[in-house]
């Protein structure tokens, strides 16, 4: 089956550092991979949608300065929590859409985040 | 916002079947149903999708009613192993998923 790595897998900075996590489709191509973060106790939220070679989509109440997305090839795209602070602990899940697929997605493992 | 509601838990013997069921009245015509689960502090995994009609597969089975308002996902033999939260799930405008809170699926010996 198709599978996503997410690295690293848990992650802990100071306050005002930055950190990238990485997301990569092992075995497939991926035009689209979207970037979701979970608080304890609730549900995955979608922060933005990364497409291949074009610019990501923010979605409302996510500031595209803070999380910079970069998808520069088909099988990675990195997520940069700039300016981190304790708000921003989290854990940060990508997912992988098959290229020409409307139906196949795959998510990575997901970056536990410690902001201190 | 989820266009699914789902019961926020349920308990499941082992070795007997685990009946998960989802409300999606509001989802289109055209718009499929996905299963997916997520064992605690793991990415989801993906369970099983469908339209209209039932689809079984591996994992699971999943019940659509004729008029598509839900759905019911059926873990034949529930194991230890299974205790997650099951998230169903509609699709939104740029093919992410939107989740919502979930069945927090506990199975006990």
């Known amino acids: 089956g198709a599978v996503v790595s997410q690295h690293p897998s848990w992650v802990i900075c100071k306050s005002g550092t930055s950190v990238k996590i990485e997301c990569r489709s092992l075995?497939?191509?991926?035009?689209?991979m979207f970037w979701y973060r979970q608080f304890p106790k609730q549900s995955l939220m979608l922060m933005a949608t990364?497409?291949?070679?074009?610019?990501?989509?923010?979605e409302q109440g996510v500031e595209k300065d803070k999380f910079l997305i970069n998808h520069a090839s088909l099988t990675l795209s990195t997520l940069t929590v700039t300016s981190a602070h304790p708000e921003d602990s989290s854990f940060y899940i990508c997912?992988?859409?098959?290229?020409?697929?409307?139906?196949?997605?795959?998510f990575g493992p997901g970056t536990r985040l410690t902001v201190l | 916002d989820a266009k699914t509601t789902q019961p926020p838990s349920m308990d499941c013997a082992e070795g007997r079947a685990a009946n998960l069921p989802c409300n999606h009245s509001?989802?289109?015509?055209?718009?499929?149903v996905y299963w997916y689960r997520q064992i605690h502090s793991q990415g989801p995994q993906y369970i099983i999708h469908?339209?209209?009609n039932n689809e079984t597969n591996e994992m699971a089975s999943l019940i659509i009613t004729e008029d598509r308002k839900s759905s019911t996902l059926i873990l034949p033999h529930a194991t230890l192993r299974d205790t997650a939260v099951y998230y169903c799930?509609?699709?939104?405008?740029?093919?992410?998923?939107?989740f919502g809170k979930g069945t927090k699926l506990s199975v006990k010996p």
């Open positions: 997912s992988a859409k098959l290229a020409d697929s409307y139906n196949e997605q795959f």
């Open positions: 075995d497939f191509q991926a035009t689209t």
């Open positions: 990364s497409n291949e070679g074009s610019k990501a989509t923010y």
């Open positions: 509001t989802i289109s015509g055209n718009e499929y």
């Open positions: 469908g339209l209209k």
């Open positions: 799930i509609s699709r939104g405008s740029q093919g992410n998923l939107i």
